[in-house]
């Protein structure tokens, strides 16, 4: 998942990484870390399953677009290893 999203977005988002962190310097925000790759989290959430968090920083207006190119990509990914990687049946989804 890391590597799918650093692919997609990498050297973009280094450069507003840069830009935010530039408009950061300028305000009263203390120590907010801008991390400049794309990350992804895992946490497990109340019904047990383990849910994946990629956080990244893209313009607002992209904002759907590349969570919809995104979503794709880690999909088909993940539906490649599906001894590792299982998805809920029917409407659980």
């Not at 590597?3 to 450069?15: A, D, R, S």
């Not at 830009?19 to 950061?24: I, K, M, S, V, Y």
């Not at 895992?42 to 969570?67: C, D, H, M, Q």
Request: aromatic share 6%; proline share 6%.
């Amino acid at each position: 998942m890391q590597k799918i999203t650093e692919e997609e977005l990498g050297k973009e988002m280094i450069e507003r990484v840069q830009t935010f962190r530039d408009l950061l310097a300028r305000t009263p925000v203390d120590e907010l870390e801008v991390r400049e790759r794309p990350r992804v989290i895992f946490r497990i959430s109340e019904n047990t399953w383990l849910e994946a968090i990629v956080r990244y920083l893209v313009p607002p207006r992209e904002a759907g677009r590349v969570k919809t190119r995104l979503i794709k990509k880690l999909l088909a990914a993940l539906n490649t290893a599906p001894d590792k990687v299982m998805f809920p049946a029917g409407a659980n989804r």
